[in-house]
């Protein structure tokens, strides 16, 4: 009788061992990930990283094509939470479209290797993985309409010029992408973090400056402080002093 009272009290320690397993492989897979490549990765070497067996990795994971979309989906949520930094309520319309790419750029500067798994990851097939496919997905459209939103606003307030909002989104999600995968080129385009900051750091002064409305502009046409470029937290950075 006090087995199955037993059982039962046990089952959030069973919850915990199991979260932390998984969370211990996706730490390892990350790593094997990052320095092998996806074609290179293999799960013994995961296994080997973790400190556990392999047959361990498929109780937790389907495989290695299943890990790494679990990375995927990790990192995602990771930069979710750091888009939702740039949505203070302190901040114009305007400015929360312009603090959306100062947070992008902190999420590579702070995660480089779950940059990676976000903005390019392996697109091979798998009818076994549909269904985080699916997730992964699902999310990425919520994240680049949220954003989107906020372009909305700032043309509602007259704050911003008249743009297709998701249009402009999905330029911006290219182009920030493209800037920051500029450090996996080779030697003579290759660029640095503090390069791809500062390209990305003009970025943001060239889309104030595009994008704001004449109601914001002195005598010159130019915006300047009248929309300061916002600076959302960045604690990781501090951290590190």
């Given amino acids: 009788m006090s087995t199955g009272d037993d059982s039962v009290q046990r089952h959030p320690r069973v919850d915990r061992r199991r979260a932390r397993t998984r969370a211990a492989i996706l730490d390892a897979a990350e790593i094997v990930f990052t320095r092998d490549g996806y074609d290179g990765a293999r799960i013994e070497s995961i296994a ?7 047959g361990s990795i498929y ?12 990375l995927v989906e990790r990192s995602l949520q990771l930069f979710a939470e750091y888009m939702a930094r740039s949505e203070d309520p302190a901040l114009s319309p305007l400015q929360r479209v312009l603090a959306g ?7 590579h500067l702070d995660h480089p290797g ?3 798994f976000l903005a390019m990851r392996n697109d091979a097939g798998s009818a076994k993985s549909a269904e985080i496919e699916s997730r992964i997905q699902e999310r990425v459209g919520e994240l680049l309409s949220r954003f989107a939103s906020h372009v909305q606003a700032a043309v509602e307030a007259g704050e911003a010029r008249p743009v297709d909002a998701m249009r402009l989104t999905r330029y911006l999600w290219g182009a920030w992408n ?3 995968a500029l450090r996996h080129q080779p030697d003579g385009l290759r660029a640095s973090d503090a390069e791809i900051e500062d390209a990305l750091e003009l ?3 060239l889309l104030r400056e595009g994008l704001a409305t004449a109601a914001l502009r002195d005598a010159d046409g130019e915006v300047g402080d009248r929309v300061p470029l916002p600076r959302i ?3 990781n950075r501090d951290a590190g002093g």
């Fill in 203 to 205: 970025a943001r002064w």
């Fill in 233 to 235: 937290a960045r604690p």
């Fill in 59 to 70: 109780i937790h994971f389907g495989g290695k094509r299943d890990v790494y979309l679990h």
């Fill in 101 to 107: 790419g100062d947070a992008y750029l902190q999420f």
């Fill in 114 to 116: 779950a940059f990676d």
């Fill in 48 to 54: 080997e990283t973790a400190d556990i067996s392999v």
């Fill in 178 to 180: 493209g800037v920051i």
